[in-house]
């Protein structure tokens, strides 16, 4: 294999390669990138040790909110919240920066931008971290159906959507109180996490499967266990639903799962979530028959997300271009981090404010995708000439504090050498000092890519 290749695995399916990292992947990049499928552990990171779970936090968000309003919330974010949103986004971060298995860790990304769910709504605040951690860490190698529903049950994605304030209009709530649907994680969980805008669904649908999720919300705060997932049949819409042409028997909180899945078998979900995986790692308009071909891994497999990670590195077309996509800013930053070996202190405030500032002065601050669609990922959404400067003057500040103890020849030729233009080259080689030619390399149009 060649070193263009071991660029892109590191690259494009990786998070920029640590020191020695491109030579380790040059061996053989494909086996390098399947090694890191089947990598998952028994433990979650060290870095996650002690950070609190979504329900525990979301049920902190009730009762502050039943106790005291608005102030009452105002005091929570203030007070515990934008510590525990710091100490996820720096360990988040923290992970990518280190992990031994980059792959793995982009997948983890990938999924939790797929099914976003953003700090804008304050209940979200505390717990975004958590619902990466617990709905969807664990799956991204397993089945899409199984992720959907732990997605789907989690008190961040529950009450992100206001899939609480949904009732059964004939149900016994819903018509003693006047209450109604609320759509949002209906329309959602069809149009962005399962068959698509363009998945041949109706609005008829979107009410249908609304109806279905009724009932399912978190326990409210007068509960032991506030925050915890909870089905209540008492608001629940009784009866049968109809949703894309399959009648559900009214059985509860049982109708939901067994509607889900159907959603993740559904050709049209095979072929939106391949159509989104080749764009993030093929290229930004991906070749129609890469997307079939992923589509049909997913359908013959039930949605193994293994076996679809797995088709993604054979795919011909995402090793055609080493250059073809553009690193968002988590990427970019993650990547030159990972360059220069930086490696962040556990109990650092220093280090973690420092990533944290950086990702979010870019454009992308953890966990803060601005709607449900999550994180554009084209290179249209993310570079213009302001950003571009933004990312040069990052790159050169960095360059110039890890500049003492660093050769530029050696991170030039452990990053961007395999791909670099001449002009690049001979721009690190004179450069005046050992910090402009660090900040160079990382400023450069080959590390902005992936």
């Known amino acids: 294999m060649s070193t263009r290749d071991a660029f892109i695995a590191v690259h494009r399916f990786g998070l920029g390669p640590r020191p020695g990292e491109l030579d380790q992947a040059a061996a053989d990049p494909r086996a390098w990138l399947a090694r890191q499928?089947?990598?998952?552990?028994?433990?979650?990171?060290?870095?996650?040790?002690?950070?609190?779970?979504?329900?525990?936090?979301?049920?902190?968000?009730?009762?502050?909110?039943?106790?005291?309003?608005?102030?009452?919330?105002?005091?929570?974010?203030?007070?515990?919240?934008?510590?525990?949103?710091?100490?996820?986004?720096?360990?988040?971060?923290?992970?990518?920066?280190?992990?031994?298995?980059?792959?793995?860790?982009?997948?983890?990304?990938?999924?939790?931008?797929?099914?976003?769910?953003?700090?804008?709504r304050p209940p979200v605040f505390g717990t975004a971290g958590a619902f990466e951690r617990e709905a969807i860490r664990p799956y991204v190698t397993g089945r899409f159906a199984d992720m959907l529903l732990a997605v789907a049950r989690h008190p961040a994605m529950l009450v992100y959507l206001d899939n609480g304030q949904s009732f059964g209009p004939d149900s016994l709530v819903g018509m003693r109180q006047h209450r109604g649907l609320?759509?949002?994680?209906?329309?959602?969980?069809?149009?962005?996490?399962?068959?698509?805008?363009?998945?041949?669904?109706?609005?008829?649908?979107?009410?249908?499967?609304?109806?279905?999720?009724?009932?399912?919300?978190?326990?409210?705060?007068?509960?032991?266990?506030?925050?915890?997932?909870?089905?209540?049949?008492?608001?629940?819409?009784?009866?049968?639903?109809?949703?894309?042409?399959?009648?559900?028997?009214?059985?509860?909180?049982?109708?939901?799962?067994?509607?889900?899945q159907a959603l993740a078998r559904h050709p049209a979900t095979a072929h939106h979530i391949a159509t989104k995986l080749a764009r993030h790692f093929v290229a930004d308009a991906p070749p129609p028959a890469a997307v079939e071909r992923l589509a049909r891994v997913f359908h013959d497999t039930d949605?193994?997300?293994?076996?679809?990670?797995?088709?993604?590195?054979?795919?011909?077309?995402?090793?055609?271009?080493?250059?073809?996509?553009?690193?968002?800013?988590?990427?970019?930053?993650?990547?030159?981090?990972?360059?220069?070996?930086?490696?962040?202190?556990?109990?650092?405030?220093?280090?973690?404010?420092?990533?944290?500032?950086?990702?979010?002065?870019?454009?992308?601050?953890?966990?803060?995708?601005?709607?449900?669609?999550g994180w554009p990922d084209t290179a249209a959404d993310w570079i213009s000439p302001e950003s571009v400067l933004r990312r040069a003057d990052w790159a050169m500040a960095l360059g110039g504090r890890m500049a003492a103890g660093h050769d530029p020849e050696r991170l030039f030729e452990a990053t961007i050498a395999p791909v670099a233009a001449r002009a690049t080259a001979q721009a690190v080689a004179r450069a005046p000092s050992r910090a402009d030619a660090m900040g160079l390399v990382l400023a450069s149009a080959e590390f902005q890519r992936r």
């Open 37 to 120: 499928i089947g990598a998952a552990t028994a433990a979650p990171p060290a870095e996650f040790a002690g950070l609190p779970g979504g329900a525990e936090r979301m049920g902190d968000f009730l009762r502050a909110r039943r106790d005291r309003g608005d102030a009452g919330v105002q005091k929570l974010i203030r007070q515990s919240f934008r510590a525990t949103y710091l100490q996820e986004a720096s360990a988040r971060l923290s992970v990518q920066v280190t992990s031994a298995a980059p792959f793995r860790e982009r997948l983890v990304a990938f999924w939790s931008n797929h099914f976003t769910v953003s700090v804008q």
């Open 303 to 373: 949605g193994n997300l293994g076996a679809v990670s797995h088709a993604l590195i054979e795919l011909p077309d995402a090793w055609a271009n080493p250059l073809a996509k553009v690193k968002a800013p988590n990427d970019f930053v993650v990547a030159a981090l990972r360059a220069v070996g930086f490696t962040p202190q556990p109990a650092d405030d220093g280090h973690a404010t420092m990533m944290v500032n950086a990702v979010r002065i870019l454009g992308q601050a953890p966990f803060n995708a601005p709607s449900p669609a």
């Open 182 to 260: 609320n759509e949002n994680l209906a329309r959602e969980m069809l149009e962005l996490h399962t068959l698509g805008v363009d998945g041949g669904y109706t609005q008829t649908d979107v009410r249908e499967l609304a109806k279905i999720l009724t009932g399912w919300t978190v326990t409210p705060p007068r509960f032991p266990d506030a925050g915890q997932f909870r089905f209540f049949p008492q608001i629940h819409e009784p009866g049968p639903k109809t949703l894309l042409g399959t009648v559900y028997p009214d059985r509860g909180a049982a109708e939901a799962e067994t509607a889900f």
